[in-house]
């Protein structure tokens, strides 16, 4: 019987260890918090179908400036934060360039495009589909021009991947969402993606169809792993865990763990954060403001405004000037009502330089797996990569090629 363990309680480990249950596998899953308790818990909630290419940094001159002088709020840095992933930046701009950029796309695209049909199965096997709207989200637009020249692209793009949308006026946006109180140009409405009511309840979900299956779910720290002559032993302090098989799917705790194997990965650590309102009219559908970066999506808990990208060191403490400037964005359009927590939210997205997550066996370490690196798209990849990784686990071929995903590309 094949035997693994899973490190990470996420919705990649748990979707991870789903799918190597689907094979007949025996999993035992170690996090030192409970299932959905980390970034799989504080995000935007939507299963982005259309994200057919990863975000790329922005390479215009004023990008950078822009940044350090807080002037744009989609992306916040200091200048000893940038300096301290320097290196990790450095080569998340090359791969931003448009040809190679182009080239991660499709092999990104090729992972995103089963990503619903994952989620489906996962869904219906853990009876969460309560929780999950199949409405799409919208791109909100405040100028003209600026809408006009986005929404032919869009079109473009739609038509070269399949994908729905469709494009509201001002009128159309007012009508379809009457929480609005400023239309501005209108919206994009991008119809294939679904969105979820609780994201940290839809991981738990996952994770108790998991144990139902017989799997089991560890709370406690794993404070180094090492090969052993039958396999790997994860070491808590408790006791030690050894299985044939180690997953590391720990999003951006990853590269510390590996790091005590001697191997290194580069990684642009993204946080984010978010808050709840009371919103006393609710939005419908899920929304990006294009022009702050934000994203404000209907909850159980009232109105989540999620922010777009704070580059910080993993465990600095929260700065929450991106999501006050969000805050007040926000409510030059809608009626937000007041903040429903005095804490809000943080976590950071684990973002590999070249964008696309790792997937795969070490070609250093036998029988060391790993499944991490998701950046914006945790939530939406966690099933299929999940999935890509059991089949290559179990010496099936996956439904997308492997190639592109591979350790060796980071070289272990």
């Known amino acids: ?56 940094m922005p390479l215009g001159p ?32 090359f791969h931003s360039t448009p040809a190679r950029h182009a080239l991660l796309s499709a092999a990104y695209e090729s992972l995103i495009r089963t990503s619903l049909a994952a989620h489906r199965d996962f869904i219906d096997a853990s009876g969460a589909g309560s929780l999950v709207r199949r409405t799409g989200y919208r791109e909100y637009f405040r100028n003209p021009r600026v809408f006009e020249a986005a929404a032919r692209r869009s079109k473009e793009m739609a038509a070269r991947h399949g ?7 001002a009128a159309a946006l007012q009508a379809a969402e009457p929480a609005i109180t400023e239309p501005g140009a209108g919206a994009i409405h991008w119809l294939d993606p679904w969105s979820v009511s609780n994201p940290g309840r839809l991981t738990t979900a996952y994770a108790a169809a998991l144990v139902a299956r017989g799997g089991h779910i560890v709370g406690a720290e794993v404070t180094a792993i090492r090969a052993t002559a ?34 290194r990965v ?9 808050r709840h309102y009371t919103a006393p009219v609710p ?61 809000p939210w943080t976590g950071t997205r684990p973002c590999l330089p070249d964008m696309i997550p790792l997937i795969g066996e070490s070609t250093r370490l036998p029988r060391l797996w790993v499944n991490f690196g998701h950046g914006h798209q ?35």
């Open 378 to 412: 945790g939530l939406t990849l966690g099933p299929a990569s999940g999935r890509h990784l059991a089949a290559l686990m179990s010496s099936e071929p996956p439904a997308t090629a492997p190639e592109p995903f591979l350790p060796a590309r980071y070289g272990f």
């Open 266 to 274: 580069p990684m642009v650590y993204k946080r984010g954060y978010h």
């Open 62 to 93: 004023g990008f950078l400036l822009g940044v350090l002088l807080g002037r744009r709020n989609d992306v916040r840095a200091r200048w000893r934060e940038l300096a301290w992933q320097a290196g990790a930046l450095v080569r998340y701009g």
């Open 283 to 343: 939005l419908n559908v899920p929304m990006l403001d294009t022009d702050h970066g934000y994203v404000a999506t209907p909850v159980e808990q009232g109105l989540r405004i999620t922010t777009g990208a704070h580059l910080a060191r993993l465990h600095l403490p929260p700065d929450y000037a991106q999501l006050a400037s969000a805050e007040a964005a926000a409510r030059g359009i809608l009626d937000i009502g007041r903040a429903d927590e005095i804490q």
């Open 230 to 263: 039958t396999g790997w032993t994860a070491k808590t302090a408790g006791r030690d865990w050894s299985a044939p098989h180690l997953v590391l799917a720990a999003g951006p705790w990853t590269p510390r763990l590996l790091a005590g194997l001697g191997i």
């Open 1 to 56: 019987m094949n035997e693994a363990l899973v490190i990470g309680a996420g919705i990649v480990g748990v979707s991870t260890t789903l799918a190597l249950q689907e094979r007949g596998w025996t999993v035992t899953v170690i996090d030192r918090k409970e299932p959905g308790c980390e970034t799989s818990f504080g995000n935007a909630g939507i299963l982005q179908r259309e994200a057919v290419a990863p975000y790329a």
């Open 163 to 169: 994908l729905n949308l469709a494009v509201m006026d």
